[in-house]
T-cell receptor
Framework: DGGITQSPKYLFRKEGQNVTLSCEQN?????MYWYRQDPGQGLRLIYY???????QKGDIAEGYSVSREKKESFPLTVTSAQKNPTAFYLC????????????FGEGSWLTVV | QKEVEQDPGPLSVPEGAIVSLNCTYS??????FMWYRQYSRKGPELLMY????GNKEDGRFTAQVDKSSKYISLFIRDSQPSDSATYLC?????????????FGAGTRLAVHP
């Protein structure tokens, strides 16, 4: 099946730890995105990548890092510098210049304990 | 003022009702308009996509865009309990070749039997 796979679905992090969220897509999309969703605030863009080995900061990049070594993969690391990391994280992808239709994965819940 | 405003609800309707969901926006450069449906603890799924002004119909769903009023709507006819979800509007312009998508905060809809 074509789609976007995020793992893990649920993740618990201790204070001071870095954690990495996985995102893989087999849609042959060029662009990939990471969003954060908090209750009542909608989706906020963390990072995006339009091509392999290139990525750009979004609106709330502080405390996060990404890599894009393969077209299919766009992992997100939530570092200890992120002050309030508990949230629902969504990975998405789109064809370049597709008219802005992006498709989402099922999301990963991160909780700091 | 947020670029995109969306009433968070919740909106509760009986089965079979016509539902109207709305968003207003401030950026006249927006050209692409989307509606996503998000079930609890799931990723958003693309429901409707419209370019520029006008109407688009897909089964029980109709999307309307009024660029002169900076107002978009999603109508759901013959609503079903399975339509109970959060509906997110999203819109974008192309800025420097990157499709920056701006989301509303989402409206929670509950359709009761």
């Amino acid at each position: 099946d074509g789609g976007i796979t995020q793992s893990p679905k649920y993740l618990f992090r201790k204070e001071g730890q870095n954690v990495t969220l996985s995102c893989e897509q087999n849609l042959n999309h060029d662009a990939m995105y990471w969003y954060r969703q908090d209750p009542g605030q909608g989706l906020r863009l963390i990072y995006y990548s339009q091509i392999v080995n290139d990525f750009q900061k979004g609106d709330i990049a502080e405390g996060y890092s990404v890599s894009r070594e393969k077209k299919e993969s766009f992992p997100l690391t939530v570092t200890s510098a992120q002050k309030n990391p508990t949230a629902f994280y969504l990975c998405a992808s789109s064809r370049e210049h597709s008219g802005n239709t992006i498709y989402f994965g099922e999301g990963s819940w991160l909780t700091v304990v | 003022q947020k670029e995109v405003e969306q009433d968070p609800g919740p909106l509760s309707v009986p089965e079979g009702a016509i539902v109207s969901l709305n968003c207003t926006y401030s950026n006249s450069a927006f050209q692409y308009f989307m509606w996503y449906r998000q079930y609890s603890r799931k990723g958003p799924e693309l429901l409707m996509y419209t370019y520029s002004s006008g109407n688009k119909e897909d089964g029980r769903f109709t999307a309307q865009v009024d660029k002169s009023s900076k107002y978009i709507s999603l109508f759901i006819r013959d609503s079903q309990p399975s339509d109970s979800a959060t509906y997110l509007c999203a819109m974008s312009s192309i800025s420097g070749g990157y499709n920056k998508l701006i989301f509303g905060a989402g409206t929670r809809l509950a359709v009761h039997p």
